[in-house]
């Protein structure tokens, strides 16, 4: 029941951020709306850990930022190698372990992994992530498995 009325809440959150309106009539349609499709999130039982992983939210705060600032070396990285005349990339595929328990956090890491500039994951089975690197340092820091532990970490497996 908490997850369902914490998609009520969120749902409500983003709907109040995006429209910006904040007259009572218009504010009780944005909350019965939210609470309508919590409820039948709920009747479709879609509202589970993995549909709305709200477990992961406190975690997921801390790991954001890292991410973020991840993504932003990467980029300088592909930037680099993009405006030296001479192209040095070496184009690689490999597989890299996903030490994460769920599916959340497999699909997670597989998303950090594409989010990050460089590389791309490809696909994700059997606690593995195939991936494509467009150079072998971009490779070295996936297999290096620094992110993997942060998505650990933030799942709750540390």
């Not at 995006?18 to 009572?24: C, K, T, V």
């Not at 349609?29 to 709305?52: C, K, Q, Y």
């Not at 959340?104 to 950090?112: C, E, K, L, M, P």
């Not at 059997?126 to 340092?137: R, W």
Request: charged fraction near 15%; aromatic fraction near 8%; hydrophobic fraction near 50%.
């Amino acid at each position: 029941m908490f997850r369902k009325l914490g998609l009520a809440v969120a749902l409500f959150a983003l709907w109040l951020l995006l429209s910006g309106i904040y007259q009572p009539l218009l504010i009780s349609f944005g909350i019965a709306s939210s609470l309508l499709v919590a409820w039948i999130a709920h009747r479709m039982d879609v509202a589970d850990h993995e549909g709305f992983p709200i477990h992961l939210g406190v975690k997921a705060v801390t790991y954001w930022p890292w991410l973020v600032w991840e993504i932003i070396k990467a980029n300088i990285d592909v930037a680099l190698i993009i405006i030296k005349p001479n192209l040095q990339i070496t184009p690689t595929m490999f597989y890299s372990n996903a030490s994460q328990k769920t599916e959340v956090g497999q699909v997670t890491y597989a998303n950090s992994i594409t989010l990050t500039p460089g590389t791309i994951s490809v696909g994700v089975a059997d606690g593995t992530v195939e991936v494509h690197a467009l150079t072998t340092s971009s490779a070295d820091e996936v297999i290096g498995g620094r992110m993997d532990k942060r998505v650990c970490q933030m799942e709750g497996d540390n």
